[in-house]
DNA sequence: GCTCGTTCCATACGAACGTTTGCATGATAA
DNA sequence: TTATCATGCAAACGTTCGTATGGAACGAGC
């Protein structure tokens, strides 16, 4: 057997335990029963187990990366600026189809990136950033030339979350890998959007995170919508909640500037 | 020592290692040495290992849960109708004043959360959702009466997401709990809002989330908006991209209904 | 047809894991 | 004082983990 046929196995059985078990959970000894391979195998081609994590995120990461670039670049060669909508979709549409993959890989990398994205480990995050980093920067650009509304520290975050939901939230919550029988059984709500196709799906993030980054910047928003949600919140709670902090009242003027 | 003082103090450490290092990655020998207790405490205390996280949990859970009952119970006492901003504030201000608690226990809560909810396992989704289902549900049927112009499975999944966010997403991106040195290395960017304290932060997510849920419904957006970012992209693109199957095109044109 | 480097495999090692056991300790009530 | 019970502790159990080793199998190049 090759081998490059060899890793591609591995890398094929890991991607699915980590998806499933987490990196954790998993023992070599499950990874190379499942890719058919002898225990020694992820040593002997990858080094360690602790890189063969990078080299299963790289694989799935990488054609993604390229396709938001080309989306991008696209649009940028265009004689017309950008609209937001259009910008979100480039972003997302290569994750949507990621997630959308013919058969299961698509849930299964859906609940592995939940999985990373989810991580707060300092190496965790290094090492998808590091991934991303080009694609990240590209984009961080370009919205910050279409939304001139906000503050570029602003449009900074907003891209930030945008990007973090895209990977994490999307295939957990849009998609159809969450445990949906879960939620159904303990929430009762129909989801039935989850089950129309990969374009509704998409067309739903677009709507969501669209809206998001359209929204005013803070601090805009009129004092006759906002104030009264904490000063009657504040007023009617003030006997039961004892143990509330005295600078409570204060921050918030100073955040109501 | 009481035994009550002793269940306290392995449910502090874990907490914290769960938090740091994850769930799998803590042993138990871990978690009582932390605690300064003896190896068996947990098992005798507990039952198990797995018994801890859920224990650990709805420590967390518990205050949180009754809180945004309270505001929202105050919000449905007011003879005004509430608005989405009003909403979101009830449900958000406890989880950011959760992650913002003083000392280091904020951040790490955060953490804890951005793992928890990540978790794509079967077990971890029962477990979380079987502890926010009253909350869940009653606000729910709020934004139900709010958003009317929404379809109500597009409520559902609207609000799904905006939870979701809420309690992963939030401590990861919008607080101090991500690894700032590390995106800052890597992305480059003057992440300046995290550090403004509280109502900042607060105030951000509610301008975020509000603008994510008040968003028109999907398929409203208009054609002139959305159509030319797919058109342009797929045209530019199409030579390049050998690999898109053949009903990409078609998908597109049933969604643009 | 032999050699050499790559790949594969069976096996072993030491460490760390969750859990259990048996007994010591200390407070409480009779 | 004695009996009882909840709690704490040290030690050990069997299992599983990641990694290392030494040799077998194989194919390309001379």
Redesign the interface.
């Known amino acids: 057997m090759s081998a490059n046929e060899t890793k591609e196995r591995i890398l094929d059985a890991a991607e699915r335990l980590f ?1 499933e ?2 990196f ?2 998993t023992s070599l000894r499950a990874v190379t029963a499942a890719a058919g391979t002898n225990l020694a195998a992820v040593n002997y081609h990858f080094g360690s187990k602790a890189a063969l994590l990078p080299a299963v995120v790289s694989r799935i990461l990488e054609p993604v990366n390229a ?1 938001q670039l ?2 991008l670049e ?2 940028e ?2 004689e ?1 600026t ?2 937001v ?2 910008l979100v ?2 972003f997302v549409l290569p994750i949507v189809d990621l997630f959308d993959e013919e058969g299961d890989r698509g849930p299964m990398v ?2 592995l990136f ?2 990373i ?6 190496d965790m ?2 090492m998808v ?2 991934q991303v ?1 080009e694609s ?2 590209r984009y ?1 650009a370009a919205f910050g030339r279409v939304l001139l509304h906000l503050p ?3 449009v ?3 891209f ?2 945008t990007a ?2 895209a990977g ?2 999307a ?4 998609s159809r ?3 949906v029988e ?2 159904l059984a ?9 089950g129309t ?4 799906r ?3 993030m ?14 805009a ?1 009129s004092r006759a ?2 104030q ?3 000063a ?2 504040e007023a ?2 003030d006997e ?2 004892l143990d509330r902090r005295a600078d409570d009242r204060v ?2 003027e ?2 109501e500037r």
């Open positions: 998806a078990e987490g954790d959970a396709r080309e989306l696209a649009l060669a265009a017309t950008a609209s909508e259009q979709e480039a859906g609940r939940a999985r994205m989810g991580d707060p480990g300092a995050q290094r950033l590091e980093q990240d920067g961080q570029p520290e602003e900074w975050w907003r930030r979350t973090a939901i994490s939230m295939p957990v919550v849009v890998h969450v445990h879960t939620m303990l929430l009762g709500a129909p989801p039935a959007m989850a196709g990969r374009d509704a998409l067309g739903w677009l709507t969501f995170l669209s809206g998001a980054l359209r929204a005013p910047a803070t601090g928003a919508e906002r009264p949600a904490r009657l919140a009617e709670l039961q909640r921050s918030v100073a955040f």
